[in-house]
């Protein structure tokens, strides 16, 4: 088990690695230098030369790149070309408004998704049952920014119930999470249906199992049978692919983020991205990467944990 | 014995007995006609400005209302269908032809090679989608074909892993085996006997990406990242009806229902082709 899980966070960190070198290759491969971009066409050659030399971007591509990645390794990731700021504080200002939404999407979906999975595993092929079904697949299937801005057409402009701009006053929880709900209800909507599905067919497998119907012999009643014996193990393939939600999530928050112009990570890279300002860019992209990789990781080995069988299919050829 | 069914027959037999599916098929294929005969329904040229008229709601000359230059949403919407279709056509068409090279590759090939390509796939796979697309994006300015190149890179995994696992499933197989010791070259092999077997995953694959793209494209456009103005997207338009949210509701209502109803009717027909040609996740469900 060990052995797995050094196997697979060597695995993890060397994906990391290529990851930024392939993004910080790409960056300065593109046509006109940093440099220019950032002084303006009247920039002299001096001042050109200077900036060039304040940001390392003199020294050979490689040198750059192994300097950029023993840096980040430090916790630097740069600074931001406007106000000089470290990436690394801009970014961890950013993030826990991020980690809020993503975190509050996924409680919204699992306390949706796992009792609509339960009931369409007990009633199965009932009416209800389809319509969860369809509902689920649909849920899945709608990109994310289109049920942000209908949320926010509808909910917010039309009707008034909730705020459409920003993520409240810091420190106000009622206003904090009267700002949450949209954003986080359209980011988890499509994992509704993803838990859901998920949850269903598990229950299915489970209730047909030898344990269950001993409970049953024993005269317990259905509702402790469900809640106490199936559920707890159909639950388990939900909480790991979670993990995966986390990371996946960091993309649709970003929409989430500019629709309800939130603060965040997202709207962090969108507005650097803009302006054209790269170290920004870079050190947004390598913190979610690295959030990414890790959820994957986490994830992995809580599933390794779980099922013995998966620890050695890297191995099966 | 009964004449044997040929694959499309028994695929369409099975198909029209799923209600889902079938009304899935039905708006691939009408979304499909009217988005190639979008020039000759549009009521109006979608760039068309007209001052007079901008915001309005739905009337019977503009049928979904105009913009905030006063084009017609509708025709919008219709050219946007173009946009769309063009994306994931290109797209799909080309991550697909690379994937199953590549994934055809790790699969057949020595092992050195198929450590690599997965160790490759894993990485391109490690980018939250759009973090990726908007730091391409802003190396090679927004337009269209960024688009496309940011879709075909991240969907060649996909395509690659799906490959890469049913090649490495089929491999064992006796008839590959026996193909081998008759002494037919590995290219053969690869050409005549993998890929027919890998075609029904990596279509259904491919229909259930289509809503992805298609969401892709118009996220970035929604961003103003993808095409340039004044050309309509879907994307584009949920933009202009995002900007002028307090002022009229109907850009993004008509941006985001052909968005909802193409994702609808692509996940619906592809899992039911799913369901048909492997038949143990029905039993599952």
């Known amino acids: 088990m060990l052995g797995f899980i050094a196997r697979r966070t060597g695995l993890s960190l060397l994906i990391v690695v290529l990851a930024v070198s392939l993004l910080f290759g ?59 700021r470290p990436v690394a504080d801009i970014v961890l200002e950013q993030l826990p408004f991020t980690l809020m939404l993503v975190f509050a999407a996924i409680g919204a979906a699992t306390l949706i998704g796992v009792p609509l999975g339960c009931f369409s595993a ?101 509702r402790v049978v469900i809640g106490r014996y199936a559920l707890r193990i159909a639950i388990l393939p939900t909480v790991t692919i979670l993990g995966l939600g986390i990371g996946t999530m960091l993309s649709g928050a970003l929409f989430a983020e500019i629709v309800f112009s939130r603060p965040g990570v997202g709207k962090l890279l969108y507005e650097a991205v803009m302006t054209r300002n790269y170290p920004v860019v870079m050190g947004t992209v390598l913190v979610t990467t690295v959030f990414f990789v890790a959820a994957t990781l986490v994830s992995d080995i809580v599933n390794a944990l779980l099922d013995p069988r998966l620890r050695t299919q890297g191995d099966r050829r | 014995m009964t004449p044997r069914e040929g694959l499309i027959a028994s695929t369409w037999r099975q198909l029209r007995r ?86 055809m590759l790790a699969g057949f090939g020595p092992r050195w090679l198929d450590r690599l390509l997965v160790v490759a796939f894993d990485t391109m796979r490690s980018f939250p989608t759009i973090m990726f697309a908007l730091a391409i994006v802003a190396l090679l300015g927004p337009s269209l074909n960024t688009v496309i190149l940011v879709i075909i890179i991240a969907s060649i995994p996909i395509y690659g892993r799906v490959v890469r696992t049913q090649t490495l499933a089929l491999r064992e197989k006796d008839f590959i085996k026996a193909e081998r010791a ?30 992805v793209v298609v969401g892709m494209e118009a ?28 002022n009229s509701p109907w850009p993004i209502v008509a941006g985001g229902i ?3 109803v193409v ?23």
Do not use: C
């Open chain 1, 26 to 84: 790409m960056i300065h491969m593109i046509p006109g230098d940093p440099a220019s971009v950032l002084l303006g066409p009247r920039a002299t050659p001096e001042l050109r030369a200077e900036l060039n030399e304040r940001m390392g971007l003199d020294q050979p591509i490689v040198v750059q790149l192994g300097r950029f990645l023993g840096n980040a390794a430090r916790g630097d990731l740069g600074e931001d070309v406007f106000s000089n």
């Open chain 1, 122 to 222: 007990i009633r199965r092929n009932s009416l209800l049952d389809r319509i969860a079904g369809i509902l689920s697949v649909g849920f899945i299937a709608v990109p994310s920014f289109v049920v942000a801005l209908y949320a926010l057409l509808l909910l917010s402009v039309e009707l008034r119930w909730f705020p459409a701009i920003g993520a409240g006053e810091t420190g106000d929880w009622a206003s904090m999470a009267h700002h949450l709900v949209l954003p986080a209800l359209a980011l988890g909507l499509g994992w509704v249906g993803y838990i859901a599905r998920l949850v269903r067919a598990s229950m299915l497998e489970v209730m047909g199992e030898n344990h269950i119907r001993t409970a049953r012999a024993f005269g317990l009643p259905e």
């Open chain 2, 18 to 103: 799923d209600p889902l599916g079938l009304a899935g098929l039905t708006i691939v294929v009408v979304v499909g006609v009217v988005t190639l005969l979008a020039p000759w329904i549009a009521p109006h040229d979608p760039l068309e400005i007209d001052v007079y008229n901008r915001l309005m709601p739905p009337s019977a000359e503009y049928w979904l209302g105009t913009d905030q230059l006063g084009r017609d949403i509708f025709s919008r919407v219709l050219f946007g269908g173009q946009v769309a279709l063009k994306v994931s056509l290109v797209a799909i068409g080309v991550s697909m032809a690379i994937g199953l090279a590549l994934g």
């Open chain 2, 182 to 211: 008759l002494g037919a070259s590995t290219f053969r092999i690869l050409v005549f006997h993998v890929m027919p077997n890998i075609a029904a995953p990596l279509l259904i694959l491919a229909s259930m990406d289509v809503p």
């Open chain 2, 219 to 246: 996220g970035l456009s929604f961003l103003g990242l993808g095409v340039e103005p004044p050309t309509p997207s879907w994307g584009s338009i949920l933009n202009d009806g995002y900007s002028y949210i307090r």
């Open chain 2, 258 to 260: 052909p968005l909802i």
């Open chain 2, 263 to 285: 994702t609808l009717g692509f996940t619906f027909f592809g899992e039911s082709l799913r369901d048909i040609f492997d038949p143990k996740l029905r039993s599952k469900q």
